[in-house]
């Protein structure tokens, strides 16, 4: 038989399993970046083995206003890429003409909406495949998909209530949904280097109390009275910015990211700092912990 027809490139792509039933299919070294999943059936089941290849972010910084953003790398499902593209008014380009890789690819039937996945449905996708790579061991390809199905219910408005919303929002600010330990790590330095600055400014006092004792002598009986004055501020601000106020102020936030009290005397400015930076804090430090397991768990 003639075999021409078979030479090309060595990988092998698939361009949808639409309609099809996913329980014994099983996807080996296989290129899936423009796979199309959405119709399929029991895609929890599927098996993905070998180094199957999925779509990718746009790579490079994108300008949203005076801000400029970039997304970090990991693994998306073409449905996704249609979405957003859509979304972003991306012009269609002509058959044949490559997709460049800062922009998101655009599907089929773009721009019209109702014929492209929207959210909850990119989700779902998401949920499902995230099983997949789960009972194959692939704990950070699982990361990826739990990833892209954060963003997508955070972005629904159908399903996902205002509340769960803002409260996706806040997990993706804050850690990128425990995942990004670099985003977790960044703000706990952001929130120890401010609540150091606020314990100089206004938590240390200018000098640690001395206590009072007062007496009295009432028919013979003596009876005296400790008290601590509560601590004081130094006035002029040159004054507070100095280096000994900055370690004690360092080891106040240290004790605090590790649930332990400083045991310094602090103005009751400082006290409310200290609890506040008692619960941030920590808070930040396990959600960097968690991403980091979650990147490297196996």
Same mark, same amino acid.
């Given at each position: 038989?003639?075999?021409?027809?078979?030479?090309?490139?060595?990988?092998?792509?698939?361009?949808?399993?639409?309609?099809?039933?996913?329980?014994?299919?099983?996807?080996?070294?296989?290129?899936?970046?423009?796979?199309?999943?959405?119709?399929?059936?029991?895609?929890?089941?599927?098996?993905?083995?070998?180094?199957?290849?999925?779509?990718?972010?746009?790579?490079?910084?994108?300008?949203?206003?005076?801000?400029?953003?970039?997304?970090?790398?990991?693994?998306?499902?073409?449905?996704?890429?249609?979405?957003?593209?859509? *979304?972003?008014?991306?012009?269609?380009?002509?058959?044949?003409?490559?997709?460049?890789?800062?922009?998101?690819?655009?599907?089929?039937?773009?721009?019209?909406?109702?014929?492209?996945?929207?959210?909850?449905?990119? @989700? @779902?996708?998401?949920?499902?495949?995230?099983?997949?790579?789960?009972?194959?061991?692939?704990?950070?390809? !699982?990361?990826?998909?739990?990833?892209?199905?954060?963003?997508?219910?955070?972005?629904? %408005?159908?399903?996902?209530?205002?509340?769960?919303? %803002?409260?996706?929002?806040?997990?993706?600010?804050?850690?990128?949904?425990?995942? %990004? !330990?670099?985003?977790?790590?960044?703000?706990?330095? @952001?929130?120890?280097?401010?609540?150091?600055?606020? /314990?100089?400014?206004?938590?240390?006092?200018?000098?640690?109390?001395?206590?009072?004792?007062?007496?009295?002598?009432?028919?013979?009986?003596?009876?005296?009275? *400790?008290?601590?004055?509560?601590?004081?501020?130094?006035?002029?601000?040159?004054?507070?910015?100095?280096?000994?106020?900055?370690?004690? !102020?360092?080891?106040?936030?240290?004790?605090?990211?590790?649930?332990?009290?400083?045991?310094?005397? /602090?103005?009751?400015?400082?006290?409310?700092?200290?609890?506040?930076?008692?619960?941030?804090?920590?808070? /930040?430090?396990?959600? !960097?912990?968690?991403?980091?397991?979650?990147?490297?768990?196996?």
């Amino acid at each position: 038989m003639d075999e021409s027809v078979l030479s090309g490139p060595a990988a092998v792509r698939v361009a949808s399993v639409q309609g099809v039933d996913a329980a014994f299919l099983v996807l080996t070294d296989l290129d899936l970046s423009d796979c199309l999943f959405s119709g399929a059936f029991h895609l929890d089941q599927l098996r993905l083995e070998g180094r199957c290849a999925f779509a990718t972010v746009p790579t490079g910084w994108r300008r949203r206003g005076m801000r400029l953003t970039r997304w970090t790398r990991r693994r998306t499902l073409a449905e996704e890429h249609h979405w957003r593209a859509q *979304t972003d008014c991306q012009p269609a380009l002509p058959a044949g003409h490559p997709v460049s890789p800062a922009l998101w690819r655009f599907g089929p039937h773009h721009p019209d909406p109702g014929l492209t996945p929207d959210p909850e449905d990119v @989700a @779902a996708l998401y949920r499902q495949l995230r099983k997949a790579f789960e009972d194959g061991r692939n704990e950070p390809g !699982a990361a990826d998909f739990y990833y892209g199905e954060c963003e997508m219910r955070r972005h629904d %408005r159908t399903s996902t209530s205002t509340g769960e919303r %803002r409260l996706l929002w806040g997990y993706w600010l804050l850690s990128g949904y425990g995942l %990004r !330990a670099s985003r977790a790590m960044g703000w706990l330095l @952001a929130a120890m280097a401010t609540t150091t600055l606020a /314990l100089m400014l206004w938590g240390l006092p200018s000098h640690d109390p001395a206590p009072a004792t007062t007496g009295s002598l009432t028919h013979g009986k003596i009876t005296l009275n *400790t008290e601590t004055s509560d601590p004081a501020l130094i006035g002029p601000w040159r004054q507070r910015l100095t280096g000994p106020r900055a370690e004690k !102020a360092t080891r106040v936030v240290v004790n605090s990211v590790v649930f332990r009290s400083s045991g310094q005397n /602090l103005t009751t400015t400082g006290t409310y700092i200290e609890m506040a930076s008692r619960l941030l804090e920590p808070t /930040l430090l396990a959600l !960097a912990a968690l991403a980091v397991r979650g990147r490297i768990k196996r």
